[in-house]
């Protein structure tokens, strides 16, 4: 779908090692912590919830490489229902994906809502997005919260759940999320600024972060 392009010369794209080894720091990310989620969403995307009778509609997917290198994009008729990374580990987002769709017809095919996420992966952000989710309606409200969460800063576990109570919950929700980086569930951290147990990989979420802590990105 992409050139292949060095990441630091692509908006939006994962740095490089040596930028992950250099930060961010515990200090750095609640530097970025806010604790109020605003109204709309970082971008323009849009969530609809999975209904009963989806189960039944097929779902068309494919590999492709983006900058932030390969993954795994999937779709309805109504909107991508699945993006994950699949660079190192291939096999892996395939059972992934396949666990969570496999009572659906899946078809390999490469599509217009797929171009549009792999395009937004890759610095493109003039198109509407929709997201077609299967989730319970906890997970869902979690994650229409977490596309509230601006680049550049973080949020506590317990603010994306509402409470202290919701930690724990919001961050198992928050675990579940099919969609990699632009359902930004890396953004949301422990309230000392430290994290772990990213689906992705932790690499990966320092990473993210590290590259969205630099000035002007998005």
Not at 30 to 40: A, H, K, T
Not at 75 to 97: H, I, S
Not at 100 to 113: K, W
Request: net charge positive; with cysteine.
């Amino acid at each position: 779908m992409v050139d292949n392009q060095s990441c630091k010369d692509v908006p939006g794209a994962i740095p490089d090692a040596a930028q992950a080894d250099a930060g961010p720091s515990g200090k750095a990310i609640l530097g970025r912590m806010i604790d109020e989620l605003p109204d709309v969403p970082w971008a323009d995307i849009e969530i609809l919830d999975w209904q009963p009778a989806d189960d039944r509609l097929p779902v068309e997917y494919t590999f492709a490489d983006t900058s932030f290198g390969r993954v795994l994009a999937a779709n309805t008729p109504f909107g991508v229902c699945y993006l994950g990374l699949a660079e190192g580990n291939p096999e892996a987002v395939l059972r992934d994906f396949q666990k969570r769709f496999g009572y659906a017809t899946q078809v390999e095919a490469r599509t217009f809502r797929q171009k549009q996420a792999l395009d937004f992966l890759d610095g493109k952000r003039d198109e509407h997005i929709v997201f077609h989710l299967r989730g319970t309606p906890y997970q869902t409200g979690i994650w229409r919260r977490l596309i509230r969460i601006p680049s550049g800063r973080v949020v506590s576990y317990a603010t994306l759940g509402g409470g202290v109570r919701q930690a724990r919950a919001a961050g198992t929700a928050n675990g579940r999320n099919p969609i990699f980086r632009i359902v930004p569930c890396h953004r949301a951290v422990k309230n000392t600024g430290g994290f772990d147990r990213y689906f992705w990989g932790e690499a990966v979420k320092r990473r993210l972060l590290a590259g969205e802590f630099i000035p002007n990105k998005d």
